[in-house]
T-cell receptor, first 112, second 116 residues
Framework: AQSVTQPDIHITVSEGASLELRCNYSYGATPYLFWYVQSPGQGLQLLLKYFSGDTLVQGIKGFEAEFKRSQSSFNLRKPSVHWSDAAEYFCAVAHNAGKSTFGDGTTLTVKP | KAGVTQTPRYLIKTRGQQVTLSCSPI?????VSWYQQTPGQGLQFLFE???????NKGNFPGRFSGRQFSNSRSEMNVSTLELGDSALYLC???????????????FGEGSRLTVL
């Protein structure tokens, strides 16, 4: 069965430090992978996506992610975190029409 | 371009009642999906509609139902509410839900349901 694992429930980083959020997936075919961000009381916003091609994808707000098929991973990175990045981050794999499986999320806290 | 609009944003019901939630997708988007978000279960897929047809359904009891209208607006209904139905219900729209657009979802802010 398809699944997405985000090993880190909560991560705290200092403002200006680099960030890496981990995501591992289990999927039979070539996955369509996504990272979404959710601020408190809000819906989810798409940060970036991977369908095929270049394994390093760029997203909004300075985020990037790297697809590694051999490790079944799609980790999210940002070189310098801003206080406004504090939110919950979800990795997801899309199956087909409108149906995606989401990880349990990683809550990011940013220390001043 | 207006985003996905969900109404109502907040509502409180008691056990046994029913509730209807509404979702207006982004103009031009024909696929509407619904997700339930709870602290214990995370984001769970409920169902997806395209051109008024349900194409996909998650593992929820029959008390959860939905429909889509010809203008792509969608509603979901939960009957005989239980305490465990308290959740944030998120609607997401996408252009077609297939091909290179597969899985690229645009979410509304959600409807927060509290069941007492």
């Amino acid at each position: 069965a398809q699944s997405v694992t985000q090993p880190d429930i909560h991560i705290t980083v200092s403002e200006g430090a680099s960030l890496e959020l981990r995501c591992n997936y289990s999927y039979g075919a070539t996955p369509y992978l996504f990272w979404y961000v959710q601020s408190p009381g809000q819906g989810l916003q798409l940060l970036l996506k991977y369908f095929s091609g270049d394994t390093l994808v760029q997203g909004i707000k300075g985020f990037e992610a790297e697809f590694k098929r051999s490790q079944s991973s799609f980790n999210l990175r940002k070189p310098s975190v801003h206080w406004s990045d504090a939110a919950e981050y979800f990795c997801a794999v899309a199956h087909n029409a409108g149906k995606s499986t989401f990880g349990d999320g990683t809550t990011l806290t940013v220390k001043p | 371009k207006a985003g996905v609009t969900q109404t109502p944003r907040y509502l409180i019901k008691t056990r046994g009642q029913q509730v209807t939630l509404s979702c207006s997708p982004i103009s031009g988007h024909r696929s509407v999906s619904w997700y339930q978000q709870t602290p214990g279960q995370g984001l769970q897929f409920l169902f997806e509609y395209f051109s008024e047809t349900q194409r996909n359904k998650g593992n929820f009891p029959g008390r959860f139902s939905g429909r889509q209208f010809s203008n792509s607006r969608s509603e979901m209904n939960v009957s005989t509410l239980e305490l465990g139905d308290s959740a944030l219900y998120l609607c997401a729209s996408s252009i077609t839900g297939t091909g290179r657009n597969t899985g690229e979802l645009f979410f509304g802010e959600g409807s927060r349901l509290t069941v007492l």
